[in-house]
């Protein structure tokens, strides 16, 4: 309100140097004195920097407020993004998380800081102008409403049409975030592979296809919008009337001159209210957005006994009947019963689709069950914090993630006050620290999206961070699937010493991994079909011993290609 009340002053401060001015010209032609010229003019002058002053204090009153805004918001929202469960960040792309943190808000310094003084304006500036013009005369200031009847029926078409499209382009905007960073990412293989390998390509095709589809059919609205705004036309509307009116005897010369100084001016204005409603419409959005994502449900923390059921070990971790889908009423997990107990490892495998990596990553707590409960150490996980479970439940996935920052923060990620010895002995369980003694500041080099590590290298990282993290309880996402057959050594090595005293449940894709496991578990459709030892389940010959023919003859097939290129 006070903003507002503030721009409707500021505006009229700054249109009076303009009728002064106006003014100013009558006084000229009339033949005043010097006396009363000086007053006018120096009144005019001293109105027009009273004006930019009063317009530069709110402008800057206004972005501190912006920047207080915008600091609490974004600290609300990364609270709140640290409240979420790990499924919703997996379930949307980067660059729509990107969008939220960082355009989103942005979108809303309009609303803030313009949004109020720009509609004040565009309401008072141009009724201010007109008060005064029609005061003058009548029915010149009559002829200026035909280029803004005309402006206001092609914006209301144009505004009808764009709805539905100004969405679309909001998610056009999230995946192309998205893409771009793969693109940039990628450069090393869509070099070698060409250009037209990208999918980046193949995505900017078809958002330029939507903006084409978008916007071509509005661009004859848009050139007769622009034809409407310009100065010139209203120049050539002013000058004919005014002239066949001073040519009639009806109207006096110098009455033209307020016309000709802020009628032409009439167009900015107009574009000025467009500008501004096209920044309201995207804050809007913007707003819509983040109300959206601050209104997700977090991960709830139940307020059940903290002590452990009896006989459950610390390590040990029970799924009890568990149910859970992503939509309701779709079961991707369907009454799944299953202990993993201290020091052994147990496998899931199973087609695609089967539920392995879902059930996996419920026990990560990316998402809550439906029904039944997962226990660790006795404790439903569901009444322990996000810090609390992740320092009994770790994981390393099979794409490793690194974060902006040096060698060492990366593998101290779940300690961040590891001492550096610790660190190094850590790198060095996961086979990784040779390697890293090799980079340019060695554990001082900032790493990120483009290391210059290798996915082996990678990986042996993140183990690394396992190691130091050090919790009872693993889950591993199938992390040898690498070609080079000396970086899976490496990281199978590391593994090894991973695994070692702790409960692993592994998502197996490639069964000759597993043979080992102490409990190989058989899904198929989100349902146990089978368990037991890999020699157990081959005997019974049911769907895992046919799963393990199929495996072979694929890796009987691989060899022989290899061996069929040397």
């Avoid at 959005?285 to 059940?304: G, I, M, N, S, Y």
């Avoid at 620290?433 to 790493?447: K, W």
């Avoid at 309880?473 to 590391?494: C, R």
Wanted: hydrophobic share 50%.
């Amino acid at each position: 309100m006070l903003s507002g009340v503030l721009a409707a002053l500021v505006t009229l401060a700054q249109l009076a140097p303009f009728v002064l001015l106006v003014e100013l010209s009558r006084l000229l032609v009339s033949g005043a004195g010097a006396h009363r010229l000086f007053t006018v003019g120096f009144a005019a002058v001293g109105l027009l920097g009273t004006g930019a002053l009063l317009a530069a204090a709110l402008t800057l009153w206004l972005h501190v407020i912006d920047a207080r805004f915008a600091r609490a918001l974004r600290l609300r929202l990364l609270s709140k993004l640290s409240r979420l469960p790990l499924g919703w960040f997996t379930s949307r792309g980067s660059g729509s998380i990107k969008k939220l943190v960082t355009d989103d808000t942005l979108a809303l310094h309009y609303l803030v800081t313009h949004a109020v003084p720009d509609a004040v304006a565009a309401v008072v500036a141009p009724v201010g102008v007109l008060v005064y013009l029609f005061v003058v005369d009548w029915r010149v200031a009559l002829v200026l409403f035909g280029p803004v009847l005309v402006y206001l029926t092609i914006t209301s078409s144009l505004t009808i049409q764009s709805g539905p499209r100004i969405v679309q382009a909001q998610r056009w905007a999230e995946k192309m975030n998205g893409e771009a960073g793969s693109y940039l990412e990628g450069q090393p293989v869509i070099r070698v592979f060409g250009a037209a390998s990208s999918s980046f390509r193949r995505r900017l095709d078809e958002y330029i296809g939507f903006l084409v589809a978008w916007q071509r059919p509005l661009a004859g609205k848009k050139t007769l919008m622009d034809l409407a705004t310009r100065p010139a036309t209203f120049l050539w509307l002013i000058a004919a009337t005014g002239t066949l009116l001073v040519a009639t005897h009806r109207m006096d010369p110098v009455n033209l001159l307020p016309f000709m100084f802020l009628g032409t001016t009439f167009g900015a204005r107009l574009l000025g209210i467009a500008y501004g409603l096209g920044g309201l419409r995207t804050g809007l959005l913007a707003a819509r957005h983040l109300q959206v994502t601050l209104d997700e449900t977090e991960l709830a923390v139940r307020e059940h006994p903290r002590e452990p059921l009896d006989g459950e070990a610390p390590a040990t971790v029970v799924f009890d009947h568990v149910t859970f889908g992503y939509r309701p009423g779709v079961p991707v997990i369907q009454d799944v019963s299953l202990t993993l107990r201290p020091g052994t490892v147990t496998a899931l495998v199973g087609p695609s689709g089967s539920g392995k990596s879902t059930l996996a990553t419920l026990l990560a707590r990316f998402h809550d069950v439906e029904r039944g409960a997962i226990r660790v150490g006795g404790q439903d996980i569901r009444s322990l914090a996000a810090d609390e479970l992740y320092t009994r439940v770790g994981f390393v996935l099979q794409e490793a993630q690194l974060v902006h920052g040096t060698a060492a923060e990366n593998i101290a990620l779940a300690v961040p006050d590891a001492p550096a010895e610790q660190v190094q002995v850590a790198a060095r369980e996961a086979q990784i620290h040779d390697r890293v003694l090799r980079l340019p500041d060695g554990y001082d080099t900032v790493l990120g999206a483009n290391s210059g590590l290798s996915g082996g290298e990678r990986q042996r990282l993140t183990i690394a961070r396992a190691i130091l993290g050090d919790t009872p309880v693993l889950i591993l996402d199938e992390a040898t699937a690498f070609a080079d057959p000396e970086s899976e050594y490496l990281v199978q090595q590391a593994l090894n010493r991973l695994t070692r005293d702790r409960t692993v449940l592994v998502i197996a894709h490639r069964l000759h991994t597993i043979t080992r496991a102490d409990q190989i578990v058989v899904l198929d459709h989100g349902r146990i079909v089978e368990r037991g030892t890999h020699e157990e389940l081959l005997a019974a010959g049911g769907r895992y011993c046919r799963l393990w023919d199929t495996g072979q003859g694929s890796r009987v097939a691989v060899a022989a290609a290899q061996d069929g290129t040397r």
